[in-house]
Every structure is written in structure tokens, then in C-alpha cells.
């Protein structure tokens, strides 16, 4: 059974501070990985998508990165910003395509100004 | 604008009582699915539906139920069977056996009087 552990649940920084988000999967067969960012009481927005064949992913200051061999993923947010601050969640979708997604419990950032 | 809306906001259901939440899309997207959220958790999966008239049930099921008569359209029930649905309840549609994007409303949030 698939399983999406992020690691840590929490994190505060500074302003300012480039910073890393981590993402672990137990089964590698899987179709695509994404990230989403959660405002308090808000939806979901996706912020990157990583196929299977692809490593990474660039929007703005946010890198995403994929290692399927070793089930990892990390979410890189350069120079930090408070607007930042929000919930981030991890989610994979299993090889069939047209599935739900899995989602890790998420971490839950703070920038301070 | 294109999207998704789910109403209401915030419901409130009485001991015994069933009530349905409201999503609706018009991204023309064959998919749809139903999650919910507890605090501190990942979103699971209740319901999905690849194609009108038809929809398979997710990881928490038990006390829930759908129907897909429309392509834009995917009601959630709880019935006085799920003993526990405070939560927060979230529609998502996407392009159905695609790689691409899974698309979140806003949600709905469920509270027990």
C-alpha cells in the first residue's frame, strides 16, 4: 500500500531564508508526483507537477525535484518570503493514470518578517 | 471563469440527518473526486468518478454516498451513517487517463450540532 510521509510537520524561518520541504513515497510505481500549497480553510493549488520520467520541476523560487528509485521528493522555496507562510502537501498518483491522489499530512510553514 | 464551486461553505448537520454538499465544474473534465480533511491529516480519498453514471468508492467510503448524472456535477451525501463527518470536505476534477493536473474548490466545511 502506498504511503506519503513529509517530513518536517512544521517549520519556521526568517525572511529571507532559502529552505527544503521533503517528501517520501513507499512504492516508486507511480504515474506522476505533485505539490500543492493550502491557505487555512482555503482548497488546494498546485504549485508543481513531476512526472514519472521527469527530475525536476521550476516555477518562480520553487524547485521540485524527483528521485523515483529512491521514493523522494523535495520542494525547494528560495529566498523565503511571509506570503510563503501556508501549508504545503505532497501527493502521488499511482501508475493509472485517471486514479486519485495519495497525500502526505503536509508541513505547515511560517515565515516570519 | 472556469473552475470549481462547491457549496455550501459551512454546513451544519442535526444527529441522524443526512445532507449533501454541492460540486460543480466546468473545465469539461470526465473526473471528479471527493476528499476529506482532518486536522493535521493528509486528504483521503471518499468517491471518484471517471465517467457519468459511474463512480468507485475510495479509501473511507463507509456512510457516504454520490451520484454523477452530469459531467458537471458530483454531489457528496453524508448519511446519518458516517458517525464522524466533522471535516473538512474538498471536490477536485481533472482530465480523465491524463497526466495532468488535479483542480481543487474551495471546500466545504461540515461541523456536527
Known amino acids: 500500500k502506498q504511503e506519503v510521509t513529509q517530513i518536517p510537520a512544521a517549520l519556521s524561518v526568517p525572511e529571507g531564508e532559502n529552505l527544503v520541504l521533503n517528501c517520501s513515497f513507499t512504492d516508486s510505481a507511480i504515474y506522476n508526483l505533485q505539490w500543492f500549497r493550502q491557505d487555512p480553510g482555503k482548497g488546494l493549488t498546485s504549485l508543481l507537477l513531476i512526472q514519472s520520467s521527469q527530475r525536476e520541476q521550476t516555477s518562480g523560487r520553487l524547485n521540485a525535484s524527483l528521485d523515483k528509485s529512491s521514493g523522494r521528493s523535495t520542494l525547494y522555496i528560495a529566498a523565503s518570503q511571509p506570503g510563503d507562510s501556508a501549508t504545503y502537501l505532497c501527493?502521488?498518483?499511482?501508475?493509472?493514470?485517471?486514479?486519485?491522489?495519495?497525500f502526505g499530512k503536509g508541513t505547515t510553514l511560517s515565515v516570519s518578517s | 471563469d472556469g473552475g470549481i464551486t462547491q457549496s455550501p461553505k459551512y454546513l451544519f448537520r442535526k444527529e441522524g440527518q443526512n445532507v449533501t454538499l454541492s460540486c460543480e465544474q466546468n473545465l469539461n473534465h470526465d473526473a471528479m473526486y471527493w476528499y476529506r480533511q482532518d486536522p493535521g491529516q493528509g486528504l483521503r480519498l471518499i468517491y471518484y468518478s471517471q465517467i457519468v453514471n459511474d463512480f468507485q468508492k475510495g479509501d473511507i467510503a463507509e456512510g457516504y454516498s454520490v451520484s454523477r448524472e452530469k459531467k458537471e456535477s458530483f454531489p457528496l451525501t453524508v448519511t446519518s451513517a458516517q458517525k464522524n463527518p466533522t471535516a473538512f470536505y474538498l471536490c477536485?476534477?481533472?482530465?480523465?487517463?491524463?497526466?495532468?493536473?488535479?483542480?481543487f474548490g474551495p471546500g466545504t466545511r461540515l461541523l456536527v450540532l
Open positions: 501527493a502521488v498518483r499511482r501508475y493509472q493514470a485517471g486514479t486519485a491522489l495519495i
Open positions: 477536485a476534477s481533472s482530465i480523465f487517463n491524463s497526466a495532468e493536473t488535479q483542480y
